[in-house]
């Protein structure tokens, strides 16, 4: 449902990095044969059909006075895009403290978009945070399954790059097939610098 390159253009200029999967460029596992799904509005609302939601469902979305995906643009044109398919989303603002505490209750029945700034580069601290089923540190995905669990597990435990990287370009496959979130961007970092700076790093 959701056209990535139009919010690309539109909040970024076109100088976002559009996100495949989970994973940026770089980080063990990132798969750049892995697509993602493409903004194809017809095959959304066949599948909502498909799903028994052939005229759309609602869902709530609580802003902020500092959200930046509202305060950026951003919010508005996801939510065309999602109203496009039948997705109905209502906004209500709420103080900051209130916003996302209905995310503490499975079921919670909220939309909510986010920014993940790894606290290290390894894609443990991704997978584990997002899917594992002990993880608390963000409420609200409600996303776990045991084989998942195995899996993020082994991928913690091995000292075999390999073997790391062959389970997190899987774990990655599986978020996209799956879709229990949408990643939109990857950050993309500038630095100017004057044509005399050497040994500048990227």
């Not at 460029?25 to 095959?43: I, M, T």
């Not at 993020?152 to 097939?177: M, P």
């Amino acid at each position: 449902a959701i056209d990535r390159q139009r919010i690309n253009e539109a909040v970024y200029g076109g100088l976002g990095l559009v996100a495949s999967g989970l994973l940026p460029p770089g980080l063990l596992g990132f798969d750049s044969r892995l697509r993602g799904y493409q903004h194809n509005p017809e095959r959304a609302r066949s599948l909502l059909r498909q799903a028994g939601f052939a005229d759309g469902f609602n869902v709530d979305y609580r802003t902020w006075d500092t959200d930046e995906f509202r305060n950026s643009g951003m919010l508005a044109l996801l939510l065309e895009d999602l109203e496009a398919v039948g997705i109905h989303v209502n906004v209500t603002h709420h103080p900051t403290a209130e916003a996302r505490s209905p995310l503490l209750k499975p079921g919670h029945g909220n939309v909510f978009f986010g920014n993940w700034y790894a606290d290290f580069p390894d894609p443990d601290n991704s997978f584990f945070i997002f899917f594992h089923s002990h993880s608390t540190a963000i409420p609200g995905l409600n996303f776990h399954s045991q084989q998942l669990d195995r899996d993020i597990e082994q991928a913690r435990r091995s000292n075999d790059v390999d073997e790391r990287t062959e389970i997190y370009r899987r774990l990655d496959e599986a978020v996209v097939r799956e879709a229990p979130i949408v990643p939109l961007f990857h950050e993309r970092l500038f630095v100017l610098h004057k044509p005399h700076v050497r040994a500048v790093r990227t």
